[in-house]
């Protein structure tokens, strides 16, 4: 049973900086990309960033480009997301996914498994 733990969040002053860990089990780590996504409350849920198995490859919303960062330790299970010059519009819970393929994929039916979710609150 795959199942992802996310740690991390909290709140933070704008243009203050967190980062978010996402340890995984039950699968063979490497061998599926990894994504993380967040909700505003009354919004649907979004992608932030994606990463394939391997680490080589990464993709990001545009609104996160140069701010945040993903990456992934195949040997921790890993996956965290370094999030930089916060703003409260980035305030939201967090998910981190596993995809369903090691290639990295942006839309929410890609990924098979979910974690509960932290919250990220970033204040003006």
């Known amino acids: 049973q795959v199942q992802l733990v996310e740690s991390g969040g909290g709140l933070v002053q704008a243009g203050g900086s967190l980062r978010l860990s996402c340890s995984a089990s039950?699968?063979?780590?490497?061998?599926?990309?990894m994504g993380w996504f967040r909700q505003a409350p009354g919004k649907e849920r979004e992608f932030v960033a994606t990463?394939?198995?391997?680490?080589?490859?990464?993709s990001y919303a545009d609104f996160v480009k140069g701010r945040f960062t993903i990456s992934r330790d195949n040997v921790k299970n890993t996956v965290y997301l370094q999030m930089s010059s916060l703003k409260p519009e980035d305030t939201a819970v967090y998910y981190c996914a596993v995809g369903a393929t090691v290639l990295p994929v942006t839309g929410l039916r890609n990924y098979d498994y979910w974690g509960q979710g932290t919250q990220v609150t970033v204040s003006s």
């Open positions: 990463i394939s198995g391997t680490g080589r490859l990464s």
């Open positions: 039950g699968r063979t780590f490497s061998n599926y990309a």
